[in-house]
């Protein structure tokens, strides 16, 4: 006879508590335990619990590799469910077993976990392991299916409503709960304001504060206080919502014929454009891609895009300051200049701003973040079982991200969502925008290192989105160097990892639609490519989306310096604009109610927010991963303080010689402490 000692741990997850029994077996290489009913006093298992059991078996069962839990006699009517955190086994011979879990045993069928040490599918050498590899893949693939969203667009999660999705990629009842009452609230004070029904143009702009003002942060006032400032305009170039789209120019384009004329006074007395321009001081922002894209109807009334071009100018003091501004692609159309009349210089760099949204929205979040994510999601779960050692590594950076993307599909971005009655593209643009950005995405941009040098932004000072993402990137990607290193000795062993191979040609045909000319590899030859690859993915869904996602309402709640959409048509003169014309420009208010709530519900805290390197699902069970995670934690830890050192100098309240006061502001969209690791808002 022998006895081996169980416990099995619940998670923290509310309503995690069953009235209904739980079996468990264990399977070993000599044999099966019999199907044991694990007794406890009622309810079975509550929440946080760690509950102690005897498994008798008539024979030793050798190596315990398998165990079996299922949940008996369940109830038709059944409204509980038991969360495990995992099992942990001790034979007689005091040799301990830790079977991870960390899913909802809520179904009458049984659940079958493996002992936790990674491996990949080379280093299971029994028949019954690698059947249980391929099991658990089938299982899952017929559980998270592909659909196709729109054509020319990533593949997504084949259902209709977050009802439909698997209790295990839900949100936790403490974020699901904390979104809600954030929507419900949001919805309630506008309507009792009054801005969600108005359909007419603001009287007086000091009013949009009305519409955020019980939800200001320190940055949104910031905003409020110095949008029409050139220096701050320039300034969110590099540290607001969109800062991947700037880039150096060499030399001016041909269809934006920008003189030396039109900027001398800009410049100084002593310099000139092209001096500038070899200096590497003169940088260009290119919205080309929004050309000829289809306009959408807010409030029943056609909307205007354009595709605007913008030169700015690295100044003496370290300003980024706008130059010119023309507001189509063709050389045919004015250039607005600085020295233009007051509401013409406005109204130009309004039109950026709401390019910018355009392709913030569409292409740098949503495309670059969401979609994305949810094809590393989609790939890792359909192709990697539990006990692959990169399932492990993965998994808590895909946390949440099929629910928050099934609410985007149903609520945001469909035809009669948000995005398409209150934005200038409406959805069918949107659809446009994101088959364009998808035709011309390439790998080298995902990283940051060469997408930084592609730009030609390496040496620009104070460029704080490239520096602390840039030292977020090198601590993943040498945490993911070493986790790799442990699993993955020579080359051979990657070209035969077949899941791992699945994996990125899953992801290369559903997700970059296998498109050659993206870079991104159908397969992995060298052990080089995983590390590089893996460090994207992690990159992508925690610093990258929270980089572009986090400030959302501090950038935005000032409707007039991240306009939605546009009412009237770029000017085509100059010495037209006015306040007037201006109010009848940028939306009204029913608009910008509707996009300032979902901005600030996109910006809010959520709760049950897990940071970047933190792991409280222990899935690795082995100490040198464990290991490698403490030591990746510290490195994020020391980031951290850097950037909270740095962002000290930054807000002091006395004006710095030579620096603008509307500069003074903290960057802390990229402090690995306020990060999460995954895209789950």
């Given at each position: 006879m022998a006895i081996y000692r169980v416990q099995v741990v619940t998670g923290n997850a509310c309503s995690s508590g069953i009235f209904d029994s739980i079996s468990l077996t264990l399977v070993g290489t000599e044999g099966e335990s019999p199907k044991t009913i694990l007794e406890t006093q009622s309810p079975s298992f509550c929440q946080s619990l760690k509950t102690e059991f005897k498994i008798a078996s008539e024979r030793n069962l050798g190596e315990i590799i398998l165990l079996r839990l299922q949940r008996e006699d369940v109830r038709e009517d059944k409204q509980d469910s038991l969360y495990c955190d995992f099992v942990v086994v001790t034979s007689a011979e005091e040799v301990t077993y830790r079977f991870p879990c960390y899913q909802w045993i809520e179904h009458p069928w049984p659940i079958e976990l493996r002992e936790g040490t990674a491996k990949t599918p080379s280093m299971d050498h029994l028949p019954r392991l690698q059947q249980h590899r391929k099991e658990e893949l089938k299982q899952r693939q017929q559980i998270f299916r592909w659909k196709e969203f729109a054509p020319g667009v990533p593949c997504c999660l084949d259902v209709n409503s977050c009802e439909e999705l698997e209790t295990d990629v839900k949100f936790s009842c403490i974020k699901a709960a904390t979104f809600k009452k954030n929507?419900?609230?949001?919805?309630?004070?506008?309507?009792?304001?009054?801005?969600?029904?108005?359909?007419?143009?603001?009287?007086?702009?000091?009013?949009?504060?009305?519409?955020?003002?019980?939800?200001?942060?320190e940055m949104a006032e910031h905003v409020t206080e110095y949008w029409k400032r050139d220096e701050f305009f320039g300034y969110q170039f590099l540290h607001g919502l969109n800062p991947?789209?700037?880039?150096?120019?060499?030399?001016?384009?041909?269809?934006?014929?920008?003189?030396?004329?039109?900027?001398?006074?800009?410049?100084?007395?002593?310099?000139?454009?092209?001096?500038?321009?070899?200096?590497?001081?003169?940088?260009?922002?290119?919205?080309?891609?929004?050309?000829?894209?289809?306009?959408?109807?807010?409030?029943?009334?056609?909307?205007?895009i354009a595709a605007p071009l913008c030169l700015l100018h690295l100044s003496s003091e370290g300003h980024l300051m706008p130059l010119a501004i023309q507001l189509s692609q063709s050389s045919t159309s004015p250039i607005f200049l600085p020295s233009d009349p007051e509401w013409d210089w406005i109204l130009a760099k309004t039109w950026v701003r709401n390019s910018d949204f355009h392709i913030h929205q569409g292409l740098t979040h949503l495309l670059r973040t969401h979609l994305l994510a949810e094809?590393?999601?989609?790939?890792?779960?359909?192709?990697?079982?539990?006990?692959?050692?990169?399932?492990?590594?993965?998994?808590?950076?895909?946390?949440?991200?099929?629910?928050?993307?099934?609410?985007?599909?149903?609520?945001?971005?469909?035809?009669?969502?948000?995005?398409d009655e209150a934005t200038g593209t409406g959805f069918e643009g949107l659809v446009q925008l994101l088959q364009k950005g998808m035709a011309s995405i390439m790998y080298s941009s995902l990283c940051l290192p060469e997408d930084i040098k592609a730009r030609g932004m390496s040496s620009l000072p104070n460029y704080h989105y490239r520096d602390d993402g840039l030292k977020i990137w090198a601590a993943i990607e040498s945490f993911v160097?070493?986790?790799?290193?442990?699993?993955?000795?020579?080359?051979?062993?990657?070209?035969?990892?077949?899941?791992?191979?699945?994996?990125?040609?899953?992801?290369?045909?559903?997700?970059?639609?296998?498109?050659?000319?993206?870079?991104?590899?159908?397969?992995?030859?060298?052990?080089?490519?995983?590390?590089?690859?893996?460090?994207?993915?992690?990159?992508?869904?925690?610093?990258?989306?929270?980089?572009?996602?986090?400030?959302?309402?501090?950038?935005?709640?000032?409707?007039?310096?991240?306009?939605?959409?546009?009412?009237?048509?770029?000017?085509?003169?100059?010495?037209?604009?006015?306040?007037?014309?201006?109010?009848?420009?940028?939306?009204?208010?029913?608009?910008t109610a509707n996009i300032i709530s979902v901005l600030w519900l996109l910006s809010a805290p959520t709760g049950d927010r897990i940071p970047l390197g933190k792991y409280p699902d222990r899935h690795f069970t082995e100490k040198a991963p464990l290991e490698l995670i403490t030591t990746f934690q510290a490195h994020l830890h020391k980031i951290s303080n850097e950037i909270k050192e740095r962002n000290k100098s930054l807000v002091k309240k006395e004006p710095l010689t030579k620096q603008d006061p509307s500069l003074l502001v903290a960057y802390k969209y990229l402090d690995p402490a306020e990060m999460e690791n995954s895209v789950s808002i």
């Open positions: 929507a419900e609230r949001e919805a309630v004070e506008l309507k009792l304001r009054g801005f969600s029904d108005r359909q007419e143009s603001w009287e007086n702009l000091e009013d949009i504060k009305k519409v955020f003002w019980f939800n200001k942060t991947i789209i700037i880039q150096l120019c060499t030399q001016i384009p041909n269809n934006f014929p920008v003189t030396q004329t039109m900027v001398a006074g800009l410049l100084g007395d002593s310099t000139t454009l092209q001096e500038e321009l070899n200096k590497q001081r003169i940088f260009l922002v290119d919205y080309k891609i929004l050309e000829g894209l289809s306009a959408g109807l807010n409030n029943g009334r056609l909307q205007h094809v590393f999601t989609m790939a890792t779960l359909r192709q990697l079982p539990m006990c692959h050692p990169l399932y492990k590594l993965l998994i808590p950076h895909i946390r949440f991200t099929l629910h928050i993307n099934t609410l985007a599909r149903t609520r945001l971005i469909p035809k009669g969502g948000v995005f160097s070493n986790m790799v290193d442990l699993y993955y000795k020579a080359d051979d062993s990657v070209q035969k990892d077949y899941e791992l191979q699945s994996w990125i040609y899953e992801i290369f045909q559903k997700g970059f639609l296998a498109l050659t000319s993206s870079g991104i590899p159908s397969s992995f030859s060298t052990v080089e490519e995983v590390k590089k690859f893996i460090t994207m993915v992690i990159y992508t869904c925690s610093a990258q989306h929270t980089a572009v996602n986090a400030g959302q309402f501090d950038f935005g709640a000032w409707m007039p310096n991240f306009p939605s959409a546009m009412r009237k048509p770029p000017p085509k003169t100059k010495g037209q604009a006015s306040l007037k014309s201006y109010k009848e420009t940028i939306p009204e208010i029913n608009t």
